[in-house]
């Protein structure tokens, strides 16, 4: 077991109040923004390691950056990301579950994992695009 640092604790905190999924740098010039001299390393080892224990969600962004969050839901999950703002939404699939058993099964596998996140635009940010598209075109 990780000894708890404070370090690690400030990690957790700023993580905690942070909305959505966030970027190590993104957390870093926060914590140095509050006048944390924790280093941009150790926010990165902090974070792996929070994913690690299952303190924090972790994903690749459509544009291939890894984003943390922390984890409000125990056991495997999956998520809604809005693309424009971040917003997370905490979502079963159960159809998901039972898919990725059956195509590994098909295929010899055993004891299969998956990550599923699905990106797309929530309802706040679709009206606001599709706002914007009236005015350029009217």
Do not use: N
Request: proline share 1%.
């Amino acid at each position: 077991m990780k000894r708890q640092t404070w370090q690690r604790e400030a990690v957790r905190e700023a993580l905690d109040r942070t909305d959505g999924f966030i970027s190590a740098q993104a957390l870093h010039a926060s914590l140095h923004d509050s006048g944390s001299p924790i280093g941009l390393a150790t926010v990165y080892r902090a974070l792996a390691d929070l994913a690690t224990t299952g303190d924090a969600d972790s994903l690749q962004s459509p544009e291939g950056e890894a984003l943390y969050r922390a984890c409000t839901t125990t056991g495997h999950h999956h998520h809604l990301i809005c693309r424009s703002c971040g917003r997370t939404v905490e979502i079963a699939a159960d159809e998901v579950e039972e898919w990725a058993k059956e195509v590994a099964a098909q295929h010899g596998f055993t004891e299969a994992a998956h990550v599923v996140d699905v990106f797309g635009l929530c309802e706040e940010c679709a009206r606001r695009a599709s706002d914007d598209e009236a005015v350029t075109k009217g």
